[in-house]
């Protein structure tokens, strides 16, 4: 049971370019979750999907956009890198809101230089 | 805006004593609490959730909820050198708008030997 799976792992980009990270679950989760973390400042919520089909913004939406391709998979894509991008991406997934533990991937390093 | 507070630490605490973890949040609806722990270069992996008042036991740790005083704590038994990591506080609400956890920035716990 493979749980969250994020690609890739690790990714340097250059300023302007734009990629797009994956991640899918087999857990049959509802809700996932797109989250930055950066030295000092936690984890912050980028974007989330509470259900297949719908999309909200969180915290620190700016520079982001995101796909619910189907109910396992959930992509994030950078339009136009920007070093105030660098940071360890994360995936979450859980089975609803309000009252379940989220799972996390494994994480994607990402630098833009 | 939910907010969740740390201690950053480090919180530096010899082998087989009793590292206490300590958690404030602001939104007083939040009904579900869950503690993370996260190696250095690691995914958050939960270890406790906790969902009423009082304490909750599993092995080495104990979670406890004190709604009224909208504070959580993580009390980690016989402390070993593995359990040195991040400890993130995570609560959830009673939905609308974001459904996601909001984190605290976590405590940096160190075992010594």
């Known amino acids: 049971n493979a749980g969250v799976t994020q690609t890739p792992k690790f990714q340097v980009l250059k300023t302007g370019q734009s990629m797009t990270l994956q991640c899918a679950q087999d857990m049959n989760h509802n809700s996932m979750y797109w989250y930055r973390q950066d030295p000092g400042m936690g984890l912050r919520l980028i974007y989330y999907?509470?259900?297949?089909?719908?999309?909200d913004k969180g915290e620190v939406p700016n520079g982001y956009n995101v796909s619910r391709l189907n109910k396992r998979e959930f992509s994030l894509r950078l339009e136009s890198a920007a070093p105030s991008q660098t940071s360890v991406y994360f995936c979450?997934?859980?089975?609803?809101?309000?009252?379940?533990?989220?799972?996390f991937g494994q994480g994607t390093r990402l630098t833009v230089v | 805006q939910k907010e969740v507070e740390q201690n950053s630490g480090p919180l530096s605490v010899p082998e087989g004593a009793i590292a206490s973890l300590n958690c404030t949040y602001s939104d007083r609806v939040s009904q579900s609490f869950f503690w993370y722990r996260q190696y250095s270069g690691k995914s958050p992996e939960l270890i406790m959730s906790?969902?009423?008042?009082g304490d909750k036991e599993d092995g080495r740790f104990t979670a406890q909820l004190n709604k009224a005083s909208q504070y959580v704590s993580l009390l980690i038994r016989d402390s070993q050198p593995s359990d040195s990591a991040t400890y993130l506080c995570a609560v959830t609400g009673s939905g609308g708008g974001a459904d996601g956890l909001t984190f605290g920035k976590g405590t940096h716990l160190i075992i010594q030997p």
């Open positions: 906790i969902y009423s008042n």
């Open positions: 999907s509470a259900s297949e089909g719908t999309t």
């Open positions: 979450a997934s859980r089975t609803g809101p309000f009252d379940t533990e989220a799972f």
